[in-house]
C-alpha cells in the first residue's frame, strides 16, 4: 500500500519490556519471526502471551528494546505505526464484526473508506475471501444470525481483504462451542498452507503441533522456551513447560 517491497524477517523482537504500572509483563524478549513461518504461543493466564502479540501491530508500545515489523519500527516516522498497521491483520477471542453490517460489508468498509478501493473491486475481493473461508453463501446475513464459528470466520476473511502479510491470532476459538472450534482451527490450517505468516495464541496443541513451525512458551513476562513442536511436546526442556504440558495435554 505504499510501496516499500518487504523482504527480510517479518518481526523482529530485541530486547524489547513493558511494564504496566510496577508489573513487568513483558521481560526482555528476544524473538524472530521469518517471512511464512507459523508461530503459536501458549503458556498459563497472565504470562503476557497477548501483549507480546499486541506489541506487533503497536496495540501496546514496548517501552525498551527494539522491535520492527517487516523491516518498519515505530519510531521509524510519523506514519510508522500506520504502515505496520497496513501489514499486520489481527483476529481476536471475541469476533469483532460491526453487528449492524452484512458480513460483505464488515469486509468491505475498511477497504473502501480507508483505502479507497471502489466499491466493486472491494466486493469481489471480499467474495473471494469468504468464499477461501466457506462463508460465501453467508455473505448478506448480519453477525446475529451466524454461529460463533461462522462468525470468526467472516472476522478472519474481513482480516484477509486488508491483504496483510502478517495475521495474529489471538485465542481465536477460546469462545466457541466445540464444533465451531474445528471449523476455525481448519481456515487457519488452510490459511498456514498458502505461506501466510502467523503468529497464533492457543490452547489448541493439536493444532500447534501440526501447523507451528515453532512454539514459544512463555511464563511470566518471558519466553521461557522456543522449540519446534516434536521437541516442545515431546522433550520440554524446561521445568515450566513440563508442568504446564501436563495441565493442557
Ligand atoms: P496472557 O495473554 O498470557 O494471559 P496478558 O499479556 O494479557 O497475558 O497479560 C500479562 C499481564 O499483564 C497480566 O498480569 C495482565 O493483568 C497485565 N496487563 C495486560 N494488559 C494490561 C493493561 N492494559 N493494563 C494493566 N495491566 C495489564
Ligand atoms: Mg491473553
Given at each position: 500500500m505504499d510501496g516499500v517491497t518487504d523482504t527480510g524477517p517479518a518481526v523482529v523482537f530485541e530486547r524489547v519490556n513493558r511494564h504496566f504500572g510496577a508489573y513487568?509483563?513483558?521481560?526482555?524478549i528476544d524473538l524472530t519471526v521469518a517471512r511464512g513461518e507459523k508461530i503459536v504461543v501458549c503458556g498459563p493466564s497472565g504470562s503476557g502471551k497477548s501483549t507480546l502479540i499486541r506489541c506487533i501491530n503497536h496495540l501496546v508500545a514496548p517501552q525498551s528494546g527494539r522491535l520492527a515489523v517487516c523491516g518498519i519500527?515505530?519510531?521509524?516516522?510519523?506514519?510508522a505505526v500506520r504502515r505496520i498497521r497496513d501489514r499486520v491483520g489481527m483476529c481476536f477471542q471475541h469476533f469483532n464484526l460491526y453487528p449492524h453490517l452484512s458480513v460483505l460489508d464488515n469486509c468491505t468498509l475498511s477497504p473502501v473508506h480507508t483505502y479507497r478501493v471502489p466499491r466493486a473491486k472491494a466486493r469481489a475481493t471480499a467474495l473471494e475471501y469468504l468464499a477461501r473461508v466457506g462463508m460465501e453463501d453467508q455473505a448478506?446475513?448480519?453477525?446475529?444470525?451466524?454461529?460463533g464459528g461462522q462468525q470468526q470466520r467472516a472476522a478472519i476473511a474481513r482480516s484477509l481483504c486488508m491483504k496483510p502479510q502478517i495475521m495474529l491470532f489471538d485465542e481465536p476459538t477460546s469462545a466457541l462451542d466445540p464444533e465451531s472450534v474445528g471449523e476455525v482451527l481448519g481456515v487457519m490450517a488452510d490459511l498456514s498452507q498458502a505461506g501466510m505468516t502467523m503468529i497464533v495464541v492457543t490452547h489448541e496443541m493439536g493444532f500447534a503441533r501440526e501447523v507451528a513451525d515453532r512454539i514459544v512458551f512463555m511464563d511470566a513476562g518471558r519466553i521461557v522456551e522456543i522449540a519446534p513442536p516434536d521437541d516442545f511436546f515431546d522433550?520440554?526442556?524446561h521445568e515450566r513447560s513440563r508442568r504446564f504440558l501436563e495441565r493442557v495435554a
Open positions: 513487568h509483563a513483558l521481560r526482555d519500527a515505530a519510531r521509524d516516522g510519523r506514519d448478506g446475513k448480519y453477525p446475529a444470525q451466524l454461529s522433550n520440554p526442556q
